[in-house]
């Protein structure tokens, strides 16, 4: 970034050739400005840690603008423990706690955001190394910067010379999580700083998903049991378990499942795919849930010359893995919240027109639940370019009817692929089964990428028995639409009046601008152990007050519907909360 009128600011490792620079500096701030240090005839300061820490420094017009330290777990001791003794002090040291220190930044640049940007490479320096915890002492003076990362103050102050500190801690979890919120400011500081780390700027990206309902579980799996006093409806899976053939077959044979290796290439889960969605099995492609599929698929298909068309908004692993992990350009159907997100066939067949390489439909959508009928759209489709593919991902189909999927269409047509996961509508999210439905010769490439083995014995064995099963899973979609009725009308008795009108097993919804920001509703809510998703991101033009949640059981159904009343209400927190249901 341009730093004032200095020129470029770079962040790099430093060499042993910047220490004199280093030690320079350190000794005009702590010793002369500062009074920490006796002043040095050598006019350098330099320390016994320094041996072992690593230095970050940033640098203009190749001088040194600033430089911080970073402290490793393995060398023994901090910098904290001169002024506070490891016993004594409000935090755990382990393995992974490393010690950022001495944040130093020259007089001239000190109105810039050099510090800003020694703090994030020094978090990143630290991500990268395996840490998980950071301690530090800020300056009592610019504690904001360092609690705008996240830190929490540990109520020790430090006096040294005319300065004085506060302890501090942060995790690399928590920095992550800011990361991931200031997305925006960070991409522009990437494209800014001239970033010189080993490194890179930003970490691999991954798609964000609902699911942090397993920071209230944990993710070490030792406390599953916390299961029963959460509401996981951040993430759609069922709300009913599995087929009780499902169950039967796991738990008889649940030992030798687990220690057997599964058919190699998923025959038998192909053939009883193909027999009861009545095409043949030359147009099944197993995979390991849909993600899986799509990252396969794509990445064999486009390049960074591609072409694609999706909806807007629509399920966010689309975008991430055509911009973020192939690059290719990407344009957008936005759908119109004044018309509750449906999708407009006669726009969308003159958009496909236009010359792609891949259109993707999600059907019904995800986050809005809106469905686009069969007839309607098999006559869209029709007409689609044959250089044109048409991915049509039908996760959540079976909550509108069976009869609503185009898998015996794509069967028998040249450019159009049915993406299926069996996670949403079986109840085997965690067995993770999915499968493409198309011609043959759109499978054929397909096929010698994918690996043998993709699908797990006991993932099999549920998906065949799950399919076996049709008069069970008929009888949830019916008691989901019911209570998905009954969830509409007590939102609407809490004052969420614009509910969008979807048919899958979730709810989206708008609160206005006198109610609170869907960050802030999320916030509250983890706070009482219920988990609900922000979709913010999973469109250009949702606004900050839109959030889905999955329909759950009935009690967990209140559970939502009493935490978002408390939330939304312009009562506050001292609203008597009552059963709304």
Known sequence: MKDRNFGNVAIELATQADRPSIYRMRHEVYATELGQHAVQPTAMLSDALDDGNIYIVAKVRSQLAGFISVTPPTLGRYSIEKYVRRDELPVELDGHTYEARILTVARAHRHSRVAWYLMYAAFRWVEEHGGEQIIAMGRSEILGMYQSFGAQLLRHRVVSGAVTYELIKTSVSDLRRYAIHHKSTIDKMSKRVDWKMDFPFLKPPCCFHGGAFFDAIGNGFDTLERREVIVNADVLDAWFPPSPGVLCALQEHLSWL???????????????????????????LPGAGSSDLIYRAFRHWLHRKSRVLILDPTYGEYGHVLEKVIGCRVDRLTLSRRDRYRVDLDELAWRIKQGYDLVILVNPNNPTGMHIRRSGLESLLRTVPPETRVWIDEAYIDYVGASESLERFAAESENIIVCKTMSKVYALSGMRVGYLCASPHQLSDLISLTPPWVVGLPAQVAAVRALEDPAYYEEQYRRTHALRREMNEALRDIGVLEIVPGEANFLMFHLDELQPTGEQVIDRARGVGVFVRNV?????????????????????????????QRCVSPLGDGTKLVSVL
Request: charged content about 25%; hydrophobic content about 40%.
């Open 536 to 564: 913010a991101s999973m469109g250009s033009d949702l606004g900050s007050r839109a959030l889905r949640f999955a329909i759950k059981d009935q009690a967990s159904n209140e559970r939502i519907l009493h935490t978002l």
């Open 258 to 284: 687990v220690r057997t290796s599964p058919p190699a290439q998923c025959e038998g889960l192909c053939e009883a795919v193909a027999l009861h969605r009545g095409v043949r099995t030359e147009n099944i």
